[in-house]
């Protein structure tokens, strides 16, 4: 099992759609989380640490549950500009899940 | 901000000769730096995690003595790729973390290195 799992996509949605994307880890314990977000042919960047309470971030809310050991990422009200590729990393090793393409399309 | 730069953005070379990619915190002092590899449309592999002043740890299956990691200070971290042969060829991008947010890495913009 790999230790960071994504779901692969790719998630094709309209403007204005939610989507979510989950991520699952195997290493329990893990004690820190990240979502970022990776455009083509570019270096990653952070789009938010992931705390055990949850937290948003505008029209990003990031969520953890540690009994499933997971995380996931919901976007609201998505916009073009969300297009990209979203990789969960899992601290400690700082593992990263091998992304989870998003096209937003008009 | 946290800024990282990476030079060269990008190099092509000849098999057989080594290449420096350097990484640098540009403001603030990075406790860690990573060097991470990428091959188009997969993820990041960690290749190497290195702590100034002291050595690299590199992950299994990464050839320490091809990739040559040297951390002189806390602001510049180098990667040398020596030999490089084709299967080289790919988008190294190292990751710094800052004192005291030891977490949190910040990405360079990459180097993606192309051996004819």
């Known amino acids: 099992r790999k230790e960071v799992e994504q779901d692969p996509g790719p998630f094709n949605v309209p403007e204005g759609a939610t989507v979510a994307f989950n991520c699952t880890y195997s290493?329990?314990?893990?004690?820190?989380f990240f979502w970022y977000r990776q455009d083509c042919r570019k270096e990653p960047k952070l789009l938010m640490s992931?705390?055990?309470s949850g937290n948003e971030d505008g029209r990003f809310t990031a969520q953890l549950n540690r009994a499933s050991q997971y995380i996931s990422l919901l976007i609201r009200d998505s916009k073009l500009s969300d297009s990209a590729t979203y990789l969960c990393?899992?601290?400690?090793?700082?593992?990263f899940g091998a992304g989870t393409r998003l096209t937003v399309k008009p | 901000g946290a800024v990282v730069s990476q030079h060269p953005s990008r190099v092509i070379c000849k098999s057989g000769t080594s290449v420096k990619i350097e990484c640098r915190s540009l403001?603030?002092?990075?406790?860690?730096m990573f060097w991470y590899r990428q091959f188009p449309k997969k993820s990041l592999m960690l290749m190497a995690t290195?702590?100034?002043?002291?050595?690299?740890?590199?992950e299994q299956g990464v050839e320490k003595d091809k990739f040559l990691i040297n951390h002189a200070s806390l602001t510049l971290s180098t990667l040398t790729v020596t030999s490089a042969h084709p299967e080289d060829s790919s988008f190294y991008i190292c990751?710094?973390?800052?004192?005291?947010?030891?977490?949190?890495?910040?990405f360079g913009p990459g180097t993606r290195l192309l051996v004819l």
């Open positions: 990751s710094a973390t800052r004192q005291g947010a030891q977490e949190t890495q910040y």
């Open positions: 992931v705390y055990s």
């Open positions: 290195s702590n100034e002043g002291s050595k690299a740890t590199y």
């Open positions: 403001d603030f002092q990075a406790t860690t």
């Open positions: 290493n329990s314990a893990s004690q820190s």
């Open positions: 990393v899992v601290g400690g090793r700082m593992r």
